[in-house]
C-alpha cells in the first residue's frame, strides 16, 4: 500500500477528502515514484479509479532552460519551472505545482535501468533522465539542460 505521506502528491487527497474508506482507497488508486541516484529528480506515477493516468517528474535544480511562466501560474499559486507531467498519449508540459512528488525515501532508479508502467518509459542515465509516452513525447531533464518533447 502507498505510505499516506505520497498520496497528496498527485490528489488522492480528494479521495481521503470524500470520506472513502482505507480499503476502497487502496484498490482505486495506484501511486508509485522513484527517484535518480543523484538525488536531483524524482517521479511519481499515479492512476485513480475513473482517471487518466499522470507521470510527473520534478528536478530541484529546475529546468534549463527555464520556460516562460504560463498566465495562470502566480507566485501565490505555485512553483514554475520544477516539473513537468504528461498523460499517456499526447504532448508532455511544464507544471505549475504546489506540492511534491520528490520522496527522500523513494525507491532509487540506477543510471543505466529503465522503469516502465502503463504507457510509460523512463530511462536513467549519468546524463540525466529521458520518459516517454505511448506517443513518443515527452521530456529530457538533466541539472546541464532540459527538454519538453
Given at each position: 500500500m502507498t505510505p499516506r505521506r505520497s498520496i497528496p502528491a498527485l490528489g488522492a487527497a480528494l479521495i481521503v477528502a470524500a470520506g472513502v474508506s482505507a480499503g476502497a482507497?487502496?484498490?482505486?488508486?495506484?501511486?508509485?515514484?522513484?527517484?535518480?541516484?543523484?538525488?536531483?529528480?524524482?517521479c511519481g506515477y499515479s492512476k485513480f479509479a475513473g482517471e487518466t493516468a499522470n507521470l510527473r517528474c520534478e528536478i530541484v535544480s529546475m529546468l534549463r532552460p527555464?520556460?516562460?511562466?504560463?498566465?495562470?501560474?502566480?507566485?501565490?499559486?505555485g512553483v514554475w519551472g520544477r516539473a513537468v507531467g504528461m498523460a499517456p498519449t499526447g504532448r508532455a508540459t511544464g507544471y505549475c505545482i504546489s506540492d511534491t512528488v520528490m520522496d527522500p525515501s523513494a525507491p532509487v532508479l540506477d543510471y543505466g535501468h529503465t522503469w516502465a508502467r502503463g504507457g510509460y518509459k523512463c530511462v536513467s542515465r549519468t546524463s540525466g533522465l529521458t520518459c516517454t509516452n505511448?506517443?513518443?513525447?515527452?521530456?529530457?531533464?538533466?541539472?546541464?539542460?532540459?527538454?519538453i518533447f
Open positions: 482507497r487502496a484498490s482505486s488508486y495506484v501511486y508509485r515514484n522513484f527517484k535518480l541516484p543523484s538525488g536531483n529528480i524524482g527555464l520556460p516562460p511562466r504560463p498566465k495562470g501560474c502566480t507566485e501565490a499559486e505511448r506517443d513518443g513525447h515527452g521530456w529530457f531533464l538533466s541539472r546541464a539542460s532540459s527538454r
